[in-house]
């Protein structure tokens, strides 16, 4: 179990999260909602260790792999959709799989400079998914699609967690986690 207690974060004086108190169990599904600003994203930065709080702490995460879906792509330029997944997952067979159920196969060998965003993210949840983890982090999995291109994005999400704990952060597409909990920022 994953336990933040009494965990707090603010940057140059300006707090940004107070006192937060949350579990997550093995294999549960979380959406972290909030408004503009309020904090989800540093959050999940504190969940996966990139930040550290000012007070409080965080337990039951040193041992997890994580895969995440930062707000950013974070993709090889140059390397097709095929390499840039290829790179966290030595098995093609589901590289391809997983690929083909977000984006046309005429993309897949492209570079990913030349595919759209939407598409640039598809690769991005592409690859979190592809990656053995224990903990998926999605922070704004569905940036850059329309709604039909996330809705699907969503099924393969539901797919391919494969037992896994998923916490994510979307704005305008929560319905897409419909059937996960809901921590509430405020």
Not at 6 to 32: D, M, T
Not at 66 to 86: C, K, M, T, Y
Not at 108 to 134: C, E, F, W
């Amino acid at each position: 179990m994953i336990a933040f207690q009494e965990v707090c974060k603010s940057y140059g004086g300006k707090p940004v999260l107070q006192g937060i108190n949350w579990r997550i169990k093995a294999g549960e599904r979380w959406q972290v909602s909030g408004i503009s600003g309020i904090g989800k994203t540093t959050l999940l930065r504190l969940l996966m260790g990139l930040e550290t709080p000012d007070s409080g702490r965080i337990t039951g995460i040193s041992s997890l792999r994580i895969a995440p879906v930062f707000q950013e792509d974070r993709l090889v330029e140059h390397w097709s959709a095929l390499e840039n997944v290829g790179l966290v997952c030595p098995d093609a067979a589901r590289v391809r799989e997983i690929l083909t159920g977000l984006l046309p196969e005429a993309a897949l060998a492209q570079p990913v400079r030349t595919l759209s965003g939407g598409m640039r993210r598809r690769v991005a949840l592409a690859r979190a998914l592809a990656v053995q983890s224990d903990l998926l982090v999605l922070d704004e999995p569905f940036t850059g699609l329309d709604t039909a291109a996330a809705e699907r994005a969503a099924q393969i999400i539901a797919a391919y967690r494969e037992g896994r704990t998923v916490i994510a952060v979307s704005h305008g597409m929560e319905n897409c986690f419909a059937d996960y909990q809901t921590f509430l920022l405020m």
